[in-house]
């Protein structure tokens, strides 16, 4: 009863980087360069990983799926902050803002299992290489693959339906580029200590969870490189999951800087900036690490595209 005389909420206001009119001159075309960085890098591994015949390996078609998910993710955010740039009118309407929160928690989420998903294939091939083409079989890898699209939409659904069942004020300025569920909860005008709490909750279970996943993979990795009697052997063991690491270093480092901090630690335009590691760098880095750092996609890379030069 007590909602029932609140703002019916339309619109909300991306405020973005309004307030550095400067920055955002210089922001769009860089990132509009990163932008198109990421979605062909990315198409690329979907191409290459689809097109030869080297790469039809489990790792490979989960690195598929990871090009895929760095797409989409991307492609929830960059482009309607492209346009906040260029224009005055930052409006996303309540249904787009909820939608937008919705793709950005489902695919993130994604992210994080299917990370742990390629640190257990990395697992299973360097600690029991032999039993690797039984366990890592196409119906296990599809298995695997339809859990983590499964757990994104669960905790997507969870966390965007709360916030946007409740009740919101008259004030409609969300202070990021993107609908954040941080910076949209401010604009709750009830106790959302309840909410909070849920979300701390789901954070520890869904993110962590993947998060602990891979390092246990990795600790019996490490141990069973340890115990490899040559040197080349160990060289080309962990050469196989360099570039997983990497990626999984860059992913939950931007994200930690953010989400993981005391509210007070940064200010709100430290933070856009902050954010924008995990939504547009991190994802355009993660084929070029997997190009330069792995053996066989550039050796892949150098047959299609010398094929196609010379055709």
């Not at 482009?79 to 224009?87: A, D, K």
């Not at 257990?120 to 599809?142: E, S």
């Not at 063991?237 to 939950?252: E, K, P, Q």
């Not at 509210?263 to 709100?268: C, N």
Request: hydrophobic share 50%; glycine share 4%; net charge positive.
């Amino acid at each position: 009863m007590k909602w029932r005389n609140q703002t019916v909420m339309t619109e909300f206001i991306l405020v973005g980087f309004s307030s550095m009119p400067n920055v955002e001159l210089l922001l769009f075309p860089l990132l509009l360069v990163m932008y198109i960085a990421t979605v062909a890098g990315n198409i690329l591994i979907i191409v290459i990983t689809l097109v030869d015949p080297a790469l039809q390996s489990p790792m490979y078609f989960f690195l598929r799926n990871l090009a895929f998910i760095e797409i989409c993710f991307t492609l929830d955010t960059v482009p309607q902050m492209l346009l906040n740039l260029l224009m005055k009118n930052k409006s996303i309407s309540f249904v787009g803002c909820a939608i937008q929160m919705y793709c950005f928690f489902h695919f993130g989420c994604a992210e994080c299992f299917l990370l742990a998903a390629m640190s257990y294939d990395r697992h299973v091939a360097i600690c029991n290489p032999l039993r690797y083409a039984t366990v890592m079989n196409r119906t296990f890898c599809h298995k695997l693959l339809g859990g983590v699209w499964v757990i994104g939409i669960l905790v997507s659904l969870l966390q965007s339906a709360w916030i946007f069942n409740l009740p919101f004020c008259g004030y409609n300025k969300v202070n990021h580029f993107f609908c954040d569920a941080p910076p949209v909860l401010m604009l709750v005008c009830t106790d959302t200590y309840q909410y909070e709490m849920q979300s701390i909750g789901s954070t520890l279970v869904f993110l962590m969870f993947p998060f602990v996943l891979i390092l246990i993979s990795y600790v019996h990795i490490l141990t069973t490189i340890l115990k490899m009697s040559t040197a080349a052997g160990r060289s080309k063991a962990f050469s196989t999951c360099s570039s997983h690491l990497i990626v999984v270093t860059l992913s939950y480092g931007s994200g930690s800087l953010v989400y993981l901090r005391p509210k007070s630690s940064y200010s709100p335009e430290v933070k856009k900036m902050l954010s924008l590691l995990y939504t547009i760098v991190t994802p355009m880095l993660n084929p070029i690490v997997y190009s330069l750092k792995n053996y066989e996609v550039r050796e892949s890379l150098k047959r299609t595209l010398g094929e196609k030069l010379f055709l």
